[in-house]
């Protein structure tokens, strides 16, 4: 076998150490796309039902929201997901809100995970095996480099790359979810303005919030997203108060929990929905402008330092610099 590679580097006219690890590449790539497409096999049930829409393009859309039922981890991922329904539960809701809705999402995520966390530090020993073969060839800056590793050293960066690969991914799967929520804290309003004009042009509120979600599929696709995922579940039998809480948790912002605590009492005392969703909108701009202001009066307490740190050498030296120079000159 190592002869036909290097009968093939020589055509090739590569370094057959660059080919192995070419190869070894390819093979690692071939095993974790073979590892994701077993854990994506889709739902029957989801399938079935999605097959019945006539119009493709909305039946992928729609797909977001033809979810099936919770499945706990398999024999081999029950090492690495949460055991715990609870943890499992808010795992799925985090990576529900950065678009990932596939059921199989959680293992998908959890294999990346897993994956970087030992990819990682293999990618490295193998850079160090390379590098103390003779007669490789690797850039001689990167050689002298790994070369010149300890073994405290050797183990440091690996501990570290196993770090780096297992809770990056989680860090970023925060700021995406921190961001969504901030996008839909900002287009919120706009958004039950759309519903009070819709409800005081006759349509009642289930057909008002899917005109809005239809009407902000494009500048605002979280909100379009959740309402519509209320309108699904309130056609498929689900009660609406229930629906609605289910959303707030979704996103877990508490104007989301509040909106969903104004339209409840609202339907169930029966009092204008127009009027309480623009007294509510009214509440979230007054909220988001205090809040504005809250950050722009702590911006000079916060300058405050940097100020100091940059101008105090500054008038330090201006105010001592002639005495110390008039110092010097006389002794």
Do not use: C, H
């Not at 539960?89 to 998908?108: D, E, I, Y």
């Not at 948790?249 to 929990?257: F, Y």
């Amino acid at each position: 076998m190592l002869a036909y590679l290097e009968v093939v580097a020589q055509r090739l006219d590569v370094e057959l150490e660059l080919l192995l690890a070419a190869s070894a590449g390819f093979g690692v790539l071939l095993l974790l796309a073979g590892l994701l497409a077993a854990l994506r096999r889709p739902d029957p049930a989801v399938a079935r039902i999605a097959a019945i829409s006539r119009n493709r393009g909305q039946d992928r859309k729609d797909r977001v929201f033809l979810m099936p039922a919770e499945k706990g981890p398999g024999a081999f991922m029950k090492a690495f997901i949460p055991s715990e329904k609870e943890k499992r539960s808010k795992l799925q809701r985090k990576l529900m809100q950065v678009g990932l809705t596939n059921p199989n999402a959680m293992q998908a995520y959890t294999l990346v995970r897993v994956s970087l966390a030992l990819g990682l530090p293999a990618i490295f020993l193998a850079l160090l095996n390379i590098a103390r073969i003779s007669d490789t060839w690797l850039p001689t800056d990167l050689k002298d480099i790994l070369l010149g590793f300890s073994t405290l050293r050797i183990y440091q960066i690996l501990s570290g790359l196993v770090a780096i690969g297992y809770f990056v991914p989680t860090y970023y799967l925060e700021s995406k979810v921190k961001a969504r929520k901030l996008r839909i804290e900002e287009s919120f309003p706009n958004a039950l303005d759309l519903m009070q004009v819709s409800i005081e042009a006759g349509l009642g509120f289930d057909a008002a919030m899917t005109r809005v979600g239809n009407e902000l599929k494009r500048p605002s696709p979280e909100i379009a997203q959740e309402f519509l995922m209320v309108q699904y579940q309130v056609q498929a039998g689900r009660p609406r108060e229930l629906a609605m809480r289910d959303m707030a948790e979704r996103v877990g912002l508490d104007s989301i929990a509040s909106f969903s605590n104004v339209v409840n009492q609202s339907i169930k005392f029966g009092t204008s929905m127009a009027q309480a969703m623009t007294t509510y909108a009214e509440e979230l701009r007054q909220t988001r402008e205090i809040r504005a202001q809250e950050m722009a009066n702590k911006l000079p307490v916060k300058m405050s330092a940097v100020m100091a740190s940059l101008m105090l050498p500054a008038l330090v030296m201006m105010t001592i610099g002639p005495v110390v120079i008039r110092y010097i000159r006389n002794f």
